[in-house]
């Protein structure tokens, strides 16, 4: 999807785009490309990696249907997408199956690395990108939308090549029975927004509804669980689909890095987060304990993050930005390394990694080469660094465009879902009258 289409996304729920002026759409790219120099952010690709992902769509079935032979085959297996309506490309689907004493549950990747390697001119343009760069109504891509939205994308009733983490969870623990990472070929029954996600498990029905409820009750119970062992939630009240994909992405991540570390114990890019020090923690606490009609319960004062749980649980909702912005002033930063000590804090995960979104993050990526390949990149340190600066540098400017935006009088939450049109002042007034 291009840019300007990207503009007009998210339009579906019934609000239109927000209608900008000439003048203000001059100002708003200005301020990108100030942005872009400031950041070195590249917003085109070259003309050789441009060509290099055409020349890699080419004849894409006829390959998918050679590499069936290859894989697992799991056409057969009920699977679907969730994402917000405004998404460009689909990279995660999802199965599952109950036993008696166990959960089987299935979370499919596009597998990127089959396209995208060491050596080609799209690994190195990804490297120099290090991530998929969202301003409000502007993204600026890690991959080739002429690859990340089509081979790449796990579009309904195609067949496409899968990176699959097949977990099989304990009912009684939640913990991992058996962890198996393979090579499939998948194909997507149907593409869900996160709204028709919610209508599927209130209607009995309705199709997937069966497979909606299942997976749902899954990732509840590891919601709270985590919650219970200390994760940290700053985003308590979301709905039921965020609930889903959230949690099935983490065991993802999680079953993989477990994998890299545990059973063949090689350097991959794990996401490590220090703690903030007692001090800081105590600033924060008492920063939350101040805000009006929030109260931190006694008990949960030896862990911060319980503590700040239950605050977020019980606060009235114009105290949840407060009690967030409280603990992110303290908060150090995540960063990828090449071993995992020190674990992933805010997550309260011994060994944590990403891997479940390589379209748009050059750390998955990696892993997923990792993961296939047994191979470590020699550069892998540097590989580390890179992705965590990229990492900074995007959300700096994600935070800079979106104060400008509010400068000149745009709401970038507003635009952000709904995009933006560009209009002539004169049009706007004859609609006006």
Known sequence: MSNDAQAQAGTAEGQGPVEVTPEVARHLENKREELFEEFEIRDKFPHEVLREAKERTDGVQEEIQAEIERRQDLRDLPTWTTDPVDAQDFDDA???????DAYTLWVHIADVTHYVHPGSEMWAEAVKRGNTVYLPAYTIHMLPPALAETVCSLVPREDRLAHTVEMRIKKDTLSFDTIDIYKSVIRSDERLTYGQCESRLDDPDAPLHDECALVFDLADRMHEQRKEDGSLVLNPRRDRAHTIVEECMLKANKAVTHELMWNRGVEAMYRVHPQPTPDQWDKALREIMELDGVKIPSGTLDDPRKAVN????????????????AVL?????????????GGHH???????GHFTSPIRRLSDLINHWIVHENDVPEDLIELCDRASDKQKDAETAE?????FMEEIGLDPYAVNSR?????????GDEAAA
């Not at 605050?311 to 967030?324: G, T």
């Not at 805010?346 to 944590?352: P, T, V």
């Not at 995009?419 to 049009?427: A, I, P, T, Y």
Request: glycine share 2%; hydrophobic share 40%.
């Open 346 to 352: 805010a997550l309260n995960f011994d060994i944590y």
């Open 94 to 100: 999802i199965s599952v199956e109950e036993s008696d």
């Open 399 to 403: 935070r800079l465009y979106k104060q």
């Open 310 to 325: 239950a605050a977020l649980e019980e606060a009235p909702p114009r105290a949840l930005n407060k009690i967030q912005r």
């Open 329 to 341: 002033k303290v908060m150090p930063r995540a960063k990828y390394m090449n071993d995992p000590f």
């Open 419 to 427: 995009g933006l049109e560009v209009v002539e002042e004169d049009e």
